[in-house]
């Protein structure tokens, strides 16, 4: 039954977005502010550059420690070796993805095209859903 589950299916398709030029405090009080782990980085024509995370927030927390710096952009601290799923995954599949990585949420993908994403609270949302 969960195998014929997709990403699709369950993923967030109305995001909470940032810009590489996001000032990295704002980020983090959005990120607070919608009680989301990460958001997507993405470019003036919704194209994704990467992902900023709470562990992103933390390089910040530790930067305004250690530097006593108290400015920068998202771009300077986003990660942009991401993992990626295709929409018309199985939820199985990515399920398999998140026991493996420590990451919370995958940007979704229709071909090219970034189209949401997909949490681990997602993926349980789904189990529940056969019962």
Avoid: C, W
């Avoid at 940032?18 to 919704?46: C, N, R, W, Y």
């Avoid at 305004?64 to 400015?71: E, H, M, R």
């Amino acid at each position: 039954m969960l195998a014929k589950i997709t990403v699709a299916d369950y993923m967030t398709k109305r995001l909470v977005t940032l810009t590489k030029d996001t000032d990295v405090f704002e980020a983090v009080k959005k990120m607070l502010d919608h009680k989301i782990t990460s958001a997507p980085v993405i470019d003036p024509q919704g194209r994704l550059l990467g992902m900023f995370s709470e562990k992103d927030g933390m390089k910040v927390f530790l930067d305004s420690v250690y530097n006593q710096s108290t400015s920068g952009k998202v771009g300077d601290f986003m990660t942009t070796d991401i993992i990626r799923v295709e929409a018309d995954s199985s939820i199985v599949d990515v399920a398999e993805k998140f026991h493996q990585s420590s990451v919370r949420s995958f940007p979704v993908f229709d071909d090219q095209d970034f189209v949401g994403i997909v949490s681990r609270v997602d993926v349980l949302k789904a189990l529940l859903s056969i019962k």
